[in-house]
């Protein structure tokens, strides 16, 4: 999409940036949407990553000061820094397009698993800062935490699309191999350092 996919009253049904599947088509359809504005397809894959790092960024921030206004800081000074800290640290990550790459078949495959890896990304890295970590370590996290969840781009089950407490065993035993397909598929990818493969394999691990 080149621009937003909307409803007659203005509602978003797609962000700028998605990409348009055959069940988006048909409810589009059931929802009386008509026309689309859609990228050449020379000028998809550089739009959509832009797209999608403008929004990663956006997203995170907010996020981050939403968290701190909420939960921890009131002093503004500190709050800024903070925030431009994140918003550093993310711009530094986003410019590896491998990671964007990534990021964008974790929203392709779903909106909810995009939106938790970026909430999770953004408490990630707060706390990695309030721990007071080196630069490196802080862009290690960001990068781990931002894919833990690609393993479930795999996976043969929405489990953003149902209450885990009713899943079937079949069901929950294939959602727990999440963590072991994300590592398989990135492990030997040279732009990934060893602490964000571990963060990606380890992420519902409790070894202490």
Same mark, same amino acid.
């Given at each position: 999409?080149?621009?937003?996919?909307?409803?007659?009253?203005?509602?978003?049904?797609?962000?700028?940036?998605?990409?348009?599947?055959?069940?988006? =088509? &048909?409810?589009?359809?059931? =929802?009386?949407?008509?026309?689309?504005?859609?990228?050449?397809?020379?000028?998809?894959?550089?739009?959509?990553?832009?797209?999608?790092?403008?929004?990663?960024?956006?997203?995170?921030?907010?996020?981050?000061?939403?968290?701190?206004?909420?939960?921890?800081?009131?002093?503004?000074?500190?709050?800024?820094?903070?925030?431009?800290?994140?918003?550093?640290?993310?711009?530094?990550?986003? &410019?590896? &397009?491998?990671?964007? &790459?990534?990021?964008?078949?974790?929203?392709?495959?779903?909106?909810?698993?995009?939106?938790?890896?970026?909430?999770?990304?953004?408490?990630?890295?707060?706390?990695?800062?309030?721990?007071?970590?080196?630069?490196?370590?802080?862009?290690?996290?960001?990068?781990?935490?931002?894919?833990?969840?690609?393993?479930?781009?795999?996976?043969?089950?929405?489990?953003?699309?149902?209450?885990?407490?009713?899943?079937?065993?079949?069901?929950?035993?294939?959602?727990?191999?999440?963590?072991?397909?994300?590592?398989?598929?990135?492990?030997?990818?040279?732009?990934?350092?060893?602490?964000?493969?571990?963060?990606? =394999?380890?992420?519902?691990?409790?070894?202490?």
């Amino acid at each position: 999409l080149g621009k937003p996919l909307m409803t007659l009253d203005y509602q978003i049904i797609l962000p700028e940036g998605a990409q348009l599947r055959p069940d988006y =088509l &048909e409810k589009m359809i059931e =929802l009386g949407v008509t026309d689309a504005w859609v990228l050449e397809e020379e000028y998809l894959e550089e739009s959509a990553l832009t797209v999608l790092k403008d929004n990663i960024l956006c997203t995170v921030n907010q996020k981050v000061k939403d968290i701190l206004e909420r939960h921890t800081y009131h002093d503004n000074e500190e709050l800024a820094e903070l925030s431009s800290s994140v918003e550093n640290i993310m711009e530094y990550i986003l &410019e590896d &397009e491998n990671v964007l &790459e990534a990021v964008l078949e974790i929203r392709q495959r779903s909106s909810d698993l995009y939106e938790h890896s970026v909430s999770v990304c953004a408490l990630s890295l707060l706390t990695a800062m309030k721990m007071k970590l080196d630069q490196k370590s802080l862009y290690d996290i960001g990068i781990g935490s931002l894919l833990h969840d690609i393993g479930m781009r795999y996976s043969v089950i929405d489990v953003f699309g149902s209450d885990m407490l009713d899943m079937s065993a079949a069901s929950w035993s294939e959602y727990k191999k999440h963590p072991i397909f994300g590592y398989d598929a990135l492990k030997n990818e040279k732009w990934l350092r060893d602490v964000s493969r571990s963060i990606i =394999l380890f992420h519902h691990e409790t070894l202490d």
